[in-house]
Nanobody
Framework: QVQLVESGGGLVQAGGSLRLSCVAS????????MGWFRQAPGKEREFVAG??????MTYYADSGRFTISRDNAKNTMYLQMNSLKPEDTAVYHC???????????????????WGQGTQVTVSS
């Protein structure tokens, strides 16, 4: 079993930055990839970024403003978000996938473990 806890959300003005953290507890060998998703009110949960836990390969929905990283020693994944926009406002969730996929998983149903989420609000 894997437990995920996010932190680092908050209220920020447009153009600002935030760094989200996701601490994983449990067996690190239980999952192969981790990702960040977000869900705005009335919208579907969408993939933001992901990383393979062993090799550190990264994947993004859009490039440029966000950077995903991980610290294996701390069992922690990060999402550095720069140049934030009001449309980035959402609840951000971290997730872990315990199954191997031919392509990097980017759909919510491909992930087995989820954190409760942290609210990010960007004011204009």
């Amino acid at each position: 079993q894997v437990q995920l806890v996010e932190s680092g959300g908050g209220l920020v003005q447009a153009g600002g930055s935030l760094r989200l953290s996701c601490v994983a507890s449990g067996r690190s060998s239980s999952y192969y990839t981790m990702g960040w998703f977000r869900q705005a009110p009335g919208k579907e949960r969408e993939f933001v970024a992901g990383i393979t836990w062993s090799g550190g390969m990264t994947y993004y929905a859009d490039s440029g403003r966000f950077t995903i990283s991980r610290d294996n020693a701390k069992n922690t994944m990060y999402l550095q978000m720069n140049s934030l926009k009001p449309e980035d406002t959402a609840v951000y969730h971290c997730a872990a996938a315990s199954r191997l996929y031919a392509q990097f998983p980017k759909k919510p149903y491909e992930y087995d473990y989820w954190g409760q989420g942290t609210q990010v609000t960007v004011s204009s």
